[in-house]
């Protein structure tokens, strides 16, 4: 059997259904190719017990403003049960620190660590907010970009810059973990640039506001694959991509594992740029260079989803935040080191939340789910009881008792979601953060792009900007 569109999507995430519904409303025929069974990618919510559900990602920071209102995401459903979380640094004293929105309000939280870090504080977000809204140009939308003040950050470590502004191990190791996105060390050159990239970002209206959605990630990919639909863009799913077909040097189309071929003159790919490359094209129009310099990732993230019989309890904690557990910067050296070697470390820093303080669909009355996202983790799979153990020792020291509570638990480690979504997931580049956005969504086939952001982060914003210029191409 055969078929033929204009532009042929593989995957349905949030940046396959973004560039479709684009290319539908550009009057286009688009046609998405999803493997799995329902759209929506790592847009998801884990069942851990009966009553009990997880949503993984916990919190997103990074959804493109701009798609949000022009694809009327708002008037399909779309709205947030939190929408800006402050930043909790828990401390096994006790001593915990509350990073907000409000200046005053953090520098005396921090004060109680140092006061030399307090008065540095309104300085420090003042300069960090400042140049991530001067690199909102290169990151936020395609054109070519070039500012002097980019030049040192291609060399310096969030670890480096943190040090230079700040002396208290709880402030710098709360605020490393941000730099952590895409498999990064906060020790690697090139780190402060992922701090200056979540500051770039903007959630609610507000600029590097963390937030939560009401009904879970799944939301998301709900009111995308309905704006799709709304434009006339065609979801298969269940229909899985074996190759990409090349004619002369350009994107054909593709076949499904089915044998069924979609002919169109333009690809664009929501699987990560290796994998594309590799596991779709032949050698022969990848191209060998370009494959071999994809370096496969050493370190993985994993996600821990707990369920209690009880509201964990961190004292002067507010509850609706997220929280990070680390004690110092070198605690993510050792973790990466650990991670890398397929050890987990003895102390993994991680990110963790309470979804369910704020939309009580996620479990019983009185009863709750702990969310955590552990980064960096090895990628072997086989070490899910340790970690979770590690986890809910680190969460007991700073809550004394929560381990009592703990009724259920659900892991996944990277390689258990790259198995279950059929993806492989790539490393952050520095590189790749400094390239236009032509740069990144380009392949050495012509008419294939690859859809990813500078960050692996959920964001849709290059199913966005890759939408015209796909248009474009097909037009030519």
Known sequence: MSSSCDVVVIGAGVNGLAAAAYLARAGKRVVVAEALNKPGGLCEQVKLAEGFSAPIPHAFHALDPRLVKELKLANRGLKFA??????VGLRAD?????ISRDIRAT???IAAHSQTDAKAWRPFRRELLALARA???LWWEDGAFADARLEPFRRLSAAAWLDGWFESDALKAALAFDATEGGLSPF????????????SQEMCGLQGAVAALARGPQILAETLAEAARAAGAESRTGARVARILVADGAAAGVELTTGETIAAGAV??????????TALLPDAAAGFATIAMLAEPRTGHANVSLALNNLPDFANAPRNARFIIAEKLESYAAAHSAAAAGCLPDDPPFEMTIPSASDSTLAPLGQHVVSALVRPAPLAPDLKPQLAAKVVAALNRCAPGLSTHVTAAEIETQADIEARFA???DNTDIARMLASWNERLATPVRGLMVLEDPIAAISARAGRIAAPLAAKDHAK
Do not use: Y
Request: cysteine-free; glycine content about 4%; charged content about 25%.
């Open 82 to 87: 939190v929408r800006d979380m402050p930043l």
């Open 188 to 199: 690697e050159p090139g780190s402060a640039l992922v701090l200056l990239w979540r500051a």
């Open 107 to 109: 520098a005396r939280s």
């Open 268 to 277: 664009l790919s929501s699987l990560p740029r290796r994998q594309t490359l």
């Open 135 to 137: 690199m909102r140009a």
């Open 94 to 98: 006790g001593k915990h620190l509350v």
């Open 423 to 425: 993806i492989e997931a």
